[in-house]
Structures are given as C-alpha cells and as structure tokens.
C-alpha cells in the first residue's frame, strides 16, 4: 500500500465527506421519534414476557408446597 502524507490523507478525507449525503432535520426527527416508538413497543413486550414467566415459575414453585 502507498502511503499519504497526511495533508493528502486529510484531502482525501474532505473530498469523501463532501459525498455524504446528510439527512434533513425533519429526517432526523422523524427517525429519531420512530426509535422511541420501537425502544417503547419493545419494552413492553419484555415487560409483558417477564411478568409471564415470573407467573409460571412461581406457579410451579408453589405446587411442591
């Protein structure tokens, strides 16, 4: 591998980050509300899962009594 200098490294840098293409505020928010939505939906259903579980492992803890 060739190596760069690193003022032509930090040009090459520029010019890839010139080629991003950067999402809009509205974008951002919008994906940003819907991660909140998922992180929330997931909750509960682990919440919901838990509380099913913790129902049948101390139903079959409380059969030996």
Do not use: C, Y
């Not at 919008?30 to 139903?59: E, H, K, P, W, Y």
Request: no cysteine; charged share 15%; net charge positive.
């Amino acid at each position: 591998m060739a190596k760069n200098s690193p003022v032509e490294f930090f040009q090459q840098v520029r010019a890839e980050t010139a080629k991003v293409t950067w999402p809009t505020r509205r974008e951002t928010l919008i994906t940003t509300g819907m991660v909140f939505v998922m992180v929330l939906l997931a909750s509960i259903f682990f919440l919901i899962v838990d509380q099913i579980i913790r129902f049948g492992v101390s139903t079959l803890l409380t059969l030996g009594h």
